[in-house]
């Protein structure tokens, strides 16, 4: 545990143990394959799993790579859920998703047919070796932003969260460094 990490708005470092849903922020991405199709497909599989539940979804906006450069641009999303995982299992769940899906990890920022990071959960504050919450670049990226703000607009359990990711997207769209374009919207049935 990194000790010198503080924990913002009075987050707490132990994940919740009661059984009462938690709100949690998933960002999709792919640059390999049908991105679309794979983003929908990741999407349905998270839904399906009967301690997941999608309550909003964002558009998905295509995105300039970042990192490793040399790749296709990539199409992101993201997502809000509610659900009674605990944060690891919600990773695991993720994690299982991507392999059904072909994800193969060869090089960091490299290119994937499927890309699912746990952005943060509601009330958590973590730093294991596996997971760490909220994830430490989340409002370094612009193409985790945009998408993200998608999916803040009635979202009222913690408003400090809302305004941290609209005073990033503000950030981003001043400095304009990377590219972010609209690419399509979804009809997700709400939660």
Not at 34 to 41: C, G, I, V
Not at 176 to 186: A, F
Request: include cysteine; proline fraction near 7%.
């Amino acid at each position: 545990m990194n000790m010198e990490r503080s924990l913002p708005h009075g987050l707490d470092e132990r994940p919740a143990i009661d059984d009462q849903p938690k709100a949690a922020f998933i960002a999709l991405g792919s640059n390999m394959g049908n991105r679309d199709e794979l983003l929908l497909q990741a999407l349905h599989r998270l839904n399906i799993h009967p301690e997941v539940e999608i309550q909003v979804v964002s558009a998905m906006y295509e995105t300039d790579p970042v990192g490793f450069t040399e790749q296709p641009a990539f199409l992101n999303m993201a997502a809000r859920i509610e659900t009674v995982l605990a944060p690891l299992d919600l990773l695991h769940v993720m994690q299982n998703i991507e392999k059904e899906l072909g994800r193969v990890r060869h090089e960091r920022w490299g290119p994937r047919t499927i890309d699912l990071d746990l952005l943060h959960y509601e009330g958590v504050t973590m730093d294991t070796e596996e997971l760490i919450l909220p994830h430490p670049r989340m409002m370094e990226r612009g193409f985790v932003l945009v998408p993200l703000k998608d999916c803040m607009s009635d979202y009222e359990a913690e408003p400090w969260l809302r305004e941290e990711v609209a005073a990033g997207v503000d950030r981003v769209e001043r400095e304009r460094k990377e590219g972010i374009l609209l690419w399509n919207t979804i009809n997700w049935p709400s939660g």
